[in-house]
């Protein structure tokens, strides 16, 4: 008995010490970046160790994995993409990113994607710089490039968004198992007179994509034939979707959906369907008020997972890998921030029954005080999150030995 004691005390020290031990703190806001690994708990596993791979990332957005183990990171604001290579940031980014424009918040460099068959050819989605009418403007494009040792070569613009991107709209990447690109582009927000643009079938803006690997439009995609919207488009009515996963058992593909104030969605994506906003929706505007009059009509997709309050959700991944088979089919969506407060990112964790239907969440990570943006499975089977600070990392969960 005494022993037992002793061990659980010894586990509750552990569990409970302040991250002030293993980290430093890099800006009066709190946030945390680690320096070593340290344990954190779950209600599934009792120990997971959080390794710290990177830090000194400047604001990093997405992640990829290649074959040769390198590990791909964009950094949004310094249109950097940075590589960690043997679990070391190296010292010089890849050069060959062309001109991102990063002056206002939430531009610049996002969404890196490798293609599934040649992890030499990189997708990236940025804010690209533009001077309409001799004034200053911005779009989201998509570039394709091939990396040759340490630099880009070949970078070519392969698809650019209509219209104005006055919002500032996030952009995510992902490759189907057909071999079509799948892109979101957002700024469809509520105030400037811009959340019409979800709905507005003259503009990419609020849609999700679906694309060849060369940036052309697939002819099944289904406004092809009618016209109705654009044919890149493959779903329309969306705010600002940020994650994309494919659940390894359905095979459906998920999205996630910022609101303004509550209403964050999590999606089913099916071809042709309209997700609603800013027509219906369950969220407030910033300022209180409700966004629509209703939270759902019957033509339109109803959200599969609602967050109230807002955590702003960012990257999301399904785990399927064997590190951690109590979390086999959980979904990790990176959180950038909590009911509007500052200092609450963490990794939310969403469990399911076996009819698909949501049973449990779990906040992880939140004595970091951190923003929270890419979210990944590597190919190794551990998780793997980005934390966006001016001091941001890589860290890696991993099963304690």
Request: net charge negative.
């Amino acid at each position: 008995m005494k022993g037992t004691l002793h061990s659980t005390l010894a586990l509750t020290v552990l569990l409970c010490v302040s991250p002030l031990s293993l980290a430093q703190t890099e800006n009066r806001s709190g946030q945390i970046t680690p320096t070593q690994p340290f344990i954190i708990n779950t209600f599934e596993i009792p120990q997971v160790r959080v390794v710290p791979l990177a830090t000194g990332l400047a604001n990093p957005f997405d992640l990829a994995f290649r074959d040769n183990g390198d590990i791909l990171v964009t950094e949004r604001y310094t249109g950097k993409l940075r590589v960690i290579r043997n679990d070391r940031l190296l010292e010089e980014d890849l050069s060959g990113v062309p001109q991102v424009y990063s002056e206002i918040f939430r531009a610049g460099l996002m969404a890196v994607e490798l293609h599934p068959d040649d992890d030499r050819l990189v997708y990236m989605t940025y804010t690209k710089p533009l001077v309409v009418d001799g004034e200053p403007e911005q779009t989201v494009a998509l570039i394709r490039a091939r990396i040759v040792e340490d630099a880009l070569t070949g970078v070519e613009e392969i698809f650019t968004a209509t219209g104005l991107d006055r919002a500032i709209a996030a952009s995510q990447l992902l490759f189907a198992p057909d071999g079509k690109l799948m892109m979101s582009i957002g700024g469809a927000y509520v105030y400037a007179a811009t959340g019409d643009l979800a709905q507005d079938p003259t503009v990419h803006y609020g849609k999700l994509l679906r694309l060849n690997a060369d940036g052309s439009a697939p002819d099944d995609n289904p406004y092809v034939a009618s016209g109705e919207y654009l044919p890149e488009v493959y779903s329309v009515g969306h705010r600002n979707q940020i994650g994309l996963s494919f659940h390894p058992e359905t095979g459906e593909l998920w999205a996630t959906e910022n609101g303004p104030q509550g209403g964050d969605e999590a999606n089913i994506i099916r071809a042709g369907e309209n997700y609603g906003w800013p027509i219906v929706s369950y969220s407030r505007q910033y300022r209180g008020d409700r966004v629509s009059d209703r939270p759902w009509r019957e033509e339109f997709v109803d959200p599969e997972v609602l967050w109230w309050p807002s955590i702003a959700p960012a990257g999301i991944t399904f785990y399927s890998g064997d590190k951690f088979p109590e979390w086999q089919g959980n979904l990790f969506v990176g959180s950038m921030m909590e009911g509007r407060i500052p200092g609450t990112g963490h990794l939310e964790r969403v469990v399911f029954n076996s009819r698909g239907e949501e049973i449990r969440r779990e906040g992880l990570l939140k004595n970091l005080r951190s923003r929270i943006t890419g979210v990944a499975q590597g190919p190794d089977g551990n998780l793997y999150v980005l934390t966006d600070e001016e001091n941001g990392a890589l860290l890696r969960l991993e099963p304690v030995q």
